[in-house]
Structures are given as structure tokens and as C-alpha cells.
């Protein structure tokens, strides 16, 4: 667990609550191919988790099943990638195991949002708004609101590809805008410096070859 004490212990009570307990959870009952990765493994799913509870807690007020359901997401939006790149359909695959594990363990409560919150998290928005208008109907908006603060709260992460990772035009919700200071600092707290110094340099490397795509 990397996430400090000092970012957590002056969250509001819900954020720090639903933090700590889903942080807990992915350790204990996800199985993730790449857990190690310096790019896609635990450090950033704890990353993600944060960012989405505290940006939910702004754009939802009091909606603690929103909160829930952007939880899941982090917990097990990128479980099934395969490298470090684009890899663009792991949250296709990520999904399917979301699915699975619900099918397999009946009391856990689960939330057809998530779905299609990770399978589309690495698609074009549009295609993802499509699909979530064409899933949720009259309650098709309020998805659509919570696919856009995860992709927010994903590509605030992305301070770990270098300082070129993020750009903030790019993000959907003023409130992920308000955290990108924080996101940034976030990083360099919790990954060493000689580590993020060599992903960045080959993020720049992998960039001409279109490997990485901006956000």
C-alpha cells in the first residue's frame, strides 16, 4: 500500500472510509496480470481510487452509491492488461472478469455501470457515450456523468508517465482540473524518482512510434 497517511487523514469521512476499504479489497480479492508494473500495477490503482472518490464527492454530492460504483471501476478497470501500451480492449477484458467475479460471488454487490464504465474507459468517449445511452436509457446521463469523472480520474495518473503525461485540457470535469496540482504531487510521492525518470524517457520514445496517446 503506497498512498500516504498524509493523504488520507484529512479527507472528508466518506472519501478516507470508502478509500481505506476498497484499497483493502483489491489487495485481497482481485487477481490483476500485471501487479508489479511501474505503470499499470497497484500503485496506480490506488492512485485512480483516490482521485475518483474525492472527484465523485464533488461532481455527486451524498451519492455514496456513485462512489461505490467509481470504486469498483479503479479496483478493476486495468486487472486484465497485457503491456504497458495502448492495449486498447483491456477494459473489454476487464469487464468480462468484473462479470465473472459477480457471477461467482452472489453476495457481493455489484453494478451494471461499471461495466460499461471500463469498457469503454480506453475507447473514444463517443463511442462509449453511445453505448451507455444505448444501455441506460432515461438514466443514461447520470452514467455518462460517472464514465466521464473515471476517465478524470485516470488520466490524472498519468503525472507517472513524465511530466508531458497529462494535459489538462483534455479532462471533463472542473473539479479533476482543480486536482491536477495534486495529482502531480501525488505522484512524485509515491514513485521513486529514478524510476519515473526512466518511464518518462521511454514514454517519450514510445510516443514516436504512436505506442502512448495523449490526455
Not at 472528508?12 to 476498497?22: A, C, D, G, I, T
Not at 480492449?89 to 461467482?104: D, I, K, L, P, Q
Amino acid at each position: 500500500m503506497i498512498v500516504p497517511d498524509s493523504y488520507t487523514e484529512n479527507l472528508s469521512e466518506p472519501v478516507r472510509r470508502l478509500f481505506l476499504k476498497w484499497r483493502q479489497f483489491m489487495y485481497s480479492a482481485v487477481r490483476y496480470t500485471r501487479p508489479d508494473s511501474p505503470v499499470h500495477g497497484m500503485e496506480h490503482y490506488e492512485r485512480v481510487l483516490l482521485h475518483a472518490l474525492m472527484i465523485a464527492e464533488k461532481e455527486l454530492p451524498g451519492d455514496e452509491k456513485a462512489m461505490e460504483i467509481l470504486a469498483h471501476a479503479a479496483v478493476w478497470h486495468d486487472s486484465r492488461r497485457l503491456d504497458e501500451y495502448l492495449d486498447t480492449g483491456h477494459g473489454a477484458r476487464a469487464a468480462v472478469y468484473y462479470h465473472e467475479f459477480c457471477s461467482e460471488n452472489p453476495a457481493f454487490r455489484c453494478h451494471p455501470e461499471v461495466e460499461d464504465i471500463m469498457r469503454f474507459h480506453d475507447i473514444d468517449d463517443r463511442k462509449g457515450n453511445e453505448r451507455i445511452d444505448h444501455d441506460f436509457g432515461d438514466r443514461a446521463e447520470y452514467v455518462k456523468k460517472l464514465y466521464h469523472i473515471f476517465k478524470d480520474a485516470d488520466a490524472l495518473d498519468r503525472w507517472r508517465l513524465g511530466d508531458t503525461g497529462l494535459d489538462p485540457k483534455f479532462l471533463r470535469t472542473e473539479t479533476a482540473r482543480s486536482l491536477t496540482s495534486f495529482s502531480r504531487k501525488l505522484v512524485r510521492d509515491t514513485m521513486d524518482k529514478e524510476l519515473l525518470y526512466e518511464i518518462s524517457a521511454e514514454v517519450r520514445r514510445s510516443q514516436k512510434e504512436n505506442k502512448w496517446k495523449k490526455c
